[in-house]
Every structure is written in structure tokens, then in C-alpha cells.
């Protein structure tokens, strides 16, 4: 009786689990074109946030095999550089193994603590900035500067990231800002009274509502940077095989079959990446600013992600809470 019960319970997970990567995964998309101009990104200089692993380490592999000068923006120095290294490493095994297109002109890989005063003085230019890093449904528990950690993390930091580098970035245009989202900002919603969630405390409504923050920021932006050839665009790079859901816990019965649906149907952090590398590189997305893309094009996005007045406002709200207006 235990095992015919387990196994119905497999078989509708699985039925379920099919079905959640039918729908949000989307079709595979295939690698970009390396063979195209290995050189596309040449004399460009690249900032990653989150670059040690998953989509932020497959958009910094792919930006380097196009000639791009690629910065890994860090907290955690030394995990930064074993990244690194390795990632020379496989960069450098490929070129040896013989002719590949995309892999010959390979541009240099730096690592940098996010010191924005260091970063300021140091670089003179930045072409391209990929707010990638991110944390997925942890528990409740905060930054060091007291926000919720996935608010914090996924909106606030970028939010003032981007702020301090706007300066370097207009002085370096024709720039782009790329911003990371994804599609479960559709659940979310932005509760002024509570952007904190120190009245309650769902993980996963506040991971979606830290995703919406990011949309409304980009769409903001976009407004502001008009006539300066910044442009800032936003995507989802669907469900990826990566450490993010790290925090999400599989009963162990399930795990077998979880792992089985998500190399079958899950995006690998290459094919993941391929937005985040479009929008970085690409000549089609020139002058394309506020925008919203998934499997490299434009998609629509729901009213709530739109509201020019919500968005304003949280612009407003989010300089006063990273301390950029007193």
C-alpha cells in the first residue's frame, strides 16, 4: 500500500514538475552566433554582478570568447578568484584544443571587490554593466544594512550599484545596463507599507515582488536615461539549472525525479545566459532602451509591470533607503 501511495505521489510530481517546465521554460535557445565576430566586444569593458557561478559565469565565459574585457564584481574576494582561475583554465584548454570560432581572440578577466570609490577611480570607461547577482526564496533574514535579503539583494543593491556608476556610464556611451529578472515577478506585487517585510513573511511572494522591483527600475531608468545613449533593458532567463534554489528544500523521495525533470527540461547557465549575452552585445538591440526580453526578444509584460506612477514612486522610496537622498 506505502509503495502503490508513493508511487501516485511520483507520478503526479512528475506530471507537475513536466508541466511548470513546459510552462516556463519555453523553448531551448540556441547558442549565439560565437563564429559570427569573435572581436564583437573588443576594447568593451564588462561588469558582472554574481559572476562566480550559474548564468553570471556563462554570460562572463561567452563575453570573453567575444574579445570583451570582463570585470567579476565580488564580495567574497577569494571565491572570486578560484572562479576565475578556473574559468581561464577552461578558456585556455579550448583555445589549445584546436581552431574554434570565438575562442582565439579571448579578452582579460578581472576580478574586483565592489568597491564603488576604487571602481570609480580605477576604470575609465564601462560599456556594459549585467546586474545578474541574486538570491532565490531564502528564509526570512536581512543585509547588513537591515533590508529584507532578497529585496536588498536583488533590488536595492543593483538599484544603487547603478546609481553610483551612471556617471562612468555616460561618459562611456553609447552604454548598456542589462538587468536580470524573471518570470515569477508575475506573483508579485510592491506593498509600500511593508517593502521590509517586517509585518510578514512570504519567501516566495517576496522573491517575486524583488523581480517585479527590478522590472519597474529598469522601465524608470529607461525614462531617465532618455537622450544620454544609455539604454537599459530587463529580461527572465526562464527556469536554469544553477545554485540559486539552493534554499529551496526537496523532500528526498522527490529529489530523484526533480533531477530527472530539470536536465531534461531546465536551461543549462549557457542557454540561460543567452539574453543577458544579446543584450550585452548585440548591434539588433542598439539604441533599444526599457524593454523587457526572454529567449532573446522582446515579450509582453503584464499592466502592474508597467504602472509609470508605481515605478516613480519606488524610485523615490529605494534612493531614500540606500541613502542617496537624506
Not at 154 to 176: D, Q, V
Not at 177 to 195: E, H, M, P, R, T
Amino acid at each position: 500500500m506505502a509503495v502503490a501511495t508513493a508511487a501516485a505521489v511520483l507520478a503526479a510530481l512528475g506530471g507537475a514538475l513536466w508541466l511548470a517546465a513546459r510552462r516556463f521554460v519555453g523553448p531551448r535557445v540556441q547558442r549565439l552566433r560565437r563564429g559570427g565576430d569573435p572581436g564583437l566586444m573588443h576594447g568593451k569593458t564588462v561588469l558582472i554582478t554574481g559572476a562566480n557561478s550559474g548564468l553570471g559565469r556563462a554570460t562572463a565565459a561567452e563575453l570573453l570568447r567575444l574579445g570583451a574585457r570582463v570585470i567579476m564584481g565580488c564580495r567574497d574576494r577569494a571565491r572570486a578568484e578560484e572562479a576565475a582561475g578556473q574559468l581561464r583554465r577552461e578558456l585556455r584548454q579550448a583555445a589549445e584544443c584546436g581552431p574554434e570560432p570565438g575562442v582565439s581572440g579571448v579578452g582579460e578577466l578581472i576580478v574586483r571587490e565592489l568597491d564603488l570609490a576604487s571602481l570609480r577611480s580605477e576604470e575609465p570607461r564601462l560599456d556594459v554593466l549585467i546586474n545578474n547577482a541574486g538570491i532565490f526564496q531564502c528564509p526570512y533574514m536581512k543585509t547588513e544594512d537591515g533590508f529584507e535579503m532578497q529585496f536588498g539583494v536583488n533590488h536595492l543593491g543593483h538599484f544603487l550599484l547603478t546609481n553610483l556608476l551612471l556617471g562612468l556610464l555616460k561618459s562611456s556611451a553609447p552604454s548598456r545596463i542589462v538587468v536580470v529578472s524573471s518570470k515569477l515577478y508575475k506573483y508579485g506585487d510592491i506593498n509600500f507599507d511593508d517593502l521590509n517585510s517586517e509585518q510578514s513573511y512570504n519567501k516566495s511572494f517576496c522573491y517575486s515582488r524583488s523581480k517585479l522591483a527590478n522590472i519597474l527600475f529598469t522601465r524608470e531608468l529607461a525614462r531617465r536615461l532618455e537622450g544620454t545613449n544609455v539604454t537599459v533593458n530587463v529580461l527572465h532567463p526562464g527556469i536554469v539549472r544553477t545554485n540559486l534554489g539552493r534554499h529551496i528544500h526537496i523532500p528526498l523521495l522527490v529529489k530523484p525525479l526533480f533531477n530527472l525533470v530539470s536536465w531534461a527540461f531546465f536551461k543549462t547557465p549557457v542557454e540561460g545566459a543567452q539574453t543577458s549575452i544579446y543584450l550585452a552585445s548585440s548591434p539588433e538591440v542598439e539604441g533599444v532602451s526599457g524593454r523587457y526580453f526572454g529567449d532573446c526578444k522582446e515579450e509582453e509584460l503584464l499592466p502592474k509591470a508597467m504602472d509609470e506612477s508605481v515605478a516613480r514612486k519606488l524610485w523615490d522610496i529605494s534612493e531614500v533607503m540606500v541613502g542617496l537622498l537624506k
